[in-house]
């Protein structure tokens, strides 16, 4: 259908699809319709299933190199050998399978989550619906920042203009509008009539009827004709894929000098051979990328209880990194519910009482009531305020638009009622509800005939409606910041009457919105111009002039009570937090103080006409000082990001609008706004906030800091224990001592060391003071030189501690082998089990994080406990194994030796740790003797 609809008139279809441009499907309906079309998204390839994973798991060169080896042993008659290989290399297959599983169902269950919404009318009133739940007939409104969310034919078109650059290649957005049926044959672009999915709205506002949903899209056509790419790894997994490359590279050729020492020496050719491929497998952390995947996606899980959505896994990594968090004011540092509390028309201030979305609250004046309908001037400024609106007053118990009838009483949390639409927009919809002056009431009152919608540069808003009390004339009202629209008046509004505006008229409005400014206050200035007839083309050239103004509308945003807790962990944390804003210097001054952004004085304050009049060099050079930046646009954002980048900063930058996508997509994490955000800023950010509360960015940072040290515990766990098992057989051999640890035992050491304990790393808490440390640098390796002089100390500790056991076990029996092999198997499980509560933090002892703090360490711990157990007392595994039970004397002997690597890893976190002390003392002094 979709393919046709731009050739039916707009009747015919609506008919068709058996819906109503003004009320839209309801929602049984809509839900009928979804289970009849299925969901609005594009066709996903088939994910691999449980065996085409699985065979994936042996297109791995050491675990074909191990399925070589038992087939060698098979032939060579070696069948117990052979069986155990291929056992353990099927099981650890399978946990790779599920370990995938999880990792691919984690990052599954995010991108559902960071599915875009639309917005449509469904059951007479306006809702947001995930655009994957649209169906046929839906009835989408669209507005500047959108995402066509599916194939529409345009049922209302104001100034509608849209990037199709993605479908037709066409460089410039189209002029849509709702022109009658077209040719059928009409090519795509020529298509004004209709909107397509996956194209952006660049301007104006629309309405449009669903005709194609998902695979019966013009995009859907495409993506028929294509395949998906596949996923690329994220730079921290390459990373870490390298470096296990090279350690793998290093631990063949290791293996290899084992395997012909004991050639040397006189080893059985098989045994050697055994030998050296299953240490190779033990030493190589093969492990590593799933482990990382399932640790980052566990932890983006965490990152959205605390509202913040990633959508791109690298932004985890440089989280960990921020310096600097460049915030907007409304709605992130502020609760986003603007109220107007002040009014000023003919010379005087009117104070307002209520808060919030509530029409309720009175009007006074030197502390006596006023009566709004007796008032012309105040009565025609809040009807202005409110015809030049896009934002909705609904009663949310009801569903619908607030109107003449009486309204629900209002409950006690406040949620009687909701906003529609910008909260600034709303706070005028709500006064004048105050003053029972409903929007829809108004509208049918005046309707709106046109209109030039509010764009950034023009800083203001014109609709045109008729005028009821003048035959064939009309209104256009203004809306807009008070400083520019003052200029564009040449005539006041006063006491009902139209009089000159001179410069002294223009001195007294300017001096009241100061004053209002310099209480926080947001200003909105309203003007009007009485027009003879209706413009077939309005433009701001020809109609924002000479205009007449009519009063200030006043409005606070109060800033969120968590907020400041937010920003005093930032400072502690080493990040600079930092307030941009489109407010005046007074209102951002003030709210930055009550926040703790700015405890200087305007000297760490710029706005844009500063920005704009400041060379680059001279920025790049004051950026550091700078907390609050003022009446900025969205261009000085780009700006800030590149300044604050130049000087070291890693940078976070939030947004909201169409205009902030290329500084969210410049600045090092680029984070939307989930509530308020176009669906373009939130497709090019990086993270998205689900409550748009800076508070969350923290949180975000926090996560991120604790997702990276836990990647760094494990990777220093598994590193250590490689190591310390290559150090064991290859000092052994070099003495001349008998084998330390058996094929299979090599084996089994790899499946209890580099699974469940490594995985429980993942999950720890963090560190205490991981908020009161400086940010990592982001060129830093992982293997930075605390970390490797950990894996020196670490490996030295083990390869002691298990040869001592296998000595001593000699010196009682030198001719008992196996049971030397025992000890030092037992021995170097046990240490590594052990240890790895030393590695759940590379700071703080084990002891002041307490033992059971992570049960998923706890957990881990007592399986693989038993996974060692087993094969010591099972009869029918121990000649698997090729152990001997131990006698509780020898447990006498191992356990001491057990706990020599935890007690090394303690002792070099106390050594390390007061060497930091004494590092940030020396640098302490410098800076203090370079002030």
Known sequence: MSMAAHSREIAELLRELSTNAGTGLSSDEARRRLERYGPNELREKPRPSFFQMLLAQFNNFLIILLIVASVISAVLGELTDAGMIMAIV?????????????????????????????????????????????????????????????????????????????????????????????GENIPIGDRVNSAFMSTVVSYGRGKGIVTGTGMETQIGDIAEMIQSFEDEATPLQRKLEDLGKTLGIACLAICAIVFGIGLMRGEELLYMFMVAVSLAIAAVPEGLPAIVTICLALGMQRMIRRHALLRKLPAVETLGSCTAICSDKTGTLTQNEMTVVKLYTNGCVVEVAGRGYQPVGGFTMGGRPVEVA????????????????????ENHAKGKNGSSEAPLPPSKDGQSWRMV???????????????????????????????????SDRKRMTTIHANPDRAGGYTAFVKGAPDILVG????????????????????????????????????????????????????????????????????????RHEVKDAVRICKQAGIKPVMITGDYK??????????????????????????????????????????????????????????????????????????????????????????????????????????????????????????YSNIRKFVFFLLSCNVGEILIVFIAMLAGLPVPLAPVQLLWLNLLTDGLPALALGMEKGDPDIMDRAPRPATESIINREMLIGIVVQSIAMTVA????????????????????????????????????????????????????????????????????????????????????????????????????????????????RMDVRRRKEASVKMGASA
Not at 648 to 674: E, F, Q, Y
Request: charged content about 25%.
């Open 421 to 455: 639409g910008d909260p600034t927009e709303g706070a005028l919809v709500v006064v004048s509800a105050k003053a029972g002056l409903w929007k829809d009431q108004a509208e049918t009152r005046q309707p709106r005939l046109a209109e030039i919608p509010f764009d």
């Open 374 to 393: 007796s008032d012309p001037t105040l009565s025609f400024l809040l009807a202005g305020s409110t015809l030049c609106n896009d934002a909705q007053l």
């Open 488 to 559: 564009l008046c040449s005539a006041a509004y006063r006491d009902g009457q139209v009089v000159s505006l001179d410069e002294k008229g223009r001195a007294e409005i300017l001096a009241a919105n100061e004053s209002m400014s310099n209480e926080a206050l947001r200003v909105l200035a309203v003007a009007y111009r009485p027009l003879d007839e209706l413009p077939t083309k309005p433009t701001p050239e020809t109609l924002e002039k000479e205009l007449v103004f009519v009063g200030l509308l006043g409005m606070i945003d109060p800033a």
């Open 586 to 707: 007074n209102t951002a001054v003030a709210i930055a103080r009550e926040l703790g952004i700015l405890s200087d004085g305007g000297s760490r304050v710029l706005t844009g006409a500063d920005l704009d009049k400041m060379p680059e060099h001279e920025f790049a050079k004051r950026v550091e000082g700078v907390d609050v930046y003022a009446r900025v646009s969205p261009a000085h954002k780009v700006k800030i990001v590149e300044a604050l980048k130049e000087r070291g900063h890693v940078v976070a930058m939030t947004g909201d609008g169409v205009n902030d996508a290329p500084a969210l997509k410049r600045a090092n994490i680029g984070v939307a706004m989930g509530i308020t955000g176009t669906d373009v800023a939130k497709e090019t950010a990086d993270m998205v906030l689900t409550d748009d509360n800076f508070a969350s960015i923290v949180s975000a940072v926090e996560e991120g800091r604790v997702i």
């Open 802 to 913: 298990t040869l001592a056991a296998m000595l001593i076990s000699l010196s009682r029996d030198p001719d008992n082998i196996r049971m030397a092999q025992t000890m030092a198997f037992t021995t170097l499980v046990g240490s590594e089990l052990v240890r790895a509560y030393a590695a759940r933090s590379e700071r703080f002892s084990v002891f002041s994080q307490g033992l059971f703090s992570n049960k998923y360490m706890a957990g881990a711990t007592f399986i693989s406990c038993l996974l060692l157990l087993g094969p010591l007392y099972i009869p029918g595994l121990q000649e698997l194994f090729e152990v001997i039970p131990p006698a509780p004397s020898d447990w006498l002997m191992v356990l001491p030796l057990i706990f020599v690597p935890f007690t090394a890893a303690e002792i070099t976190k106390q050594v390390l740790r």
């Open 90 to 182: 099927i099981l650890n297959s399978v946990l790779g399978v599920v370990q995938e599983s999880k990792a691919e169902a984690a990052m599954a269950a995010l991108k559902k989550m960071a599915a875009p919404n639309a917005r449509v009318i469904r059951d007479a009133s306006i809702q947001d619906v995930p655009s994957r739940e649209l169906v046929p007939g839906d009835v989408v409104l669209l507005e500047a920042g959108n995402y066509v969310p599916a194939d529409l034919r345009l049922a209302e078109a104001v100034n509608l203009k849209v990037e199709e650059a993605a479908l037709t290649g066409e460089s410039v957005p189209v002029e849509k509008s709702e022109s009658g049926a077209l």
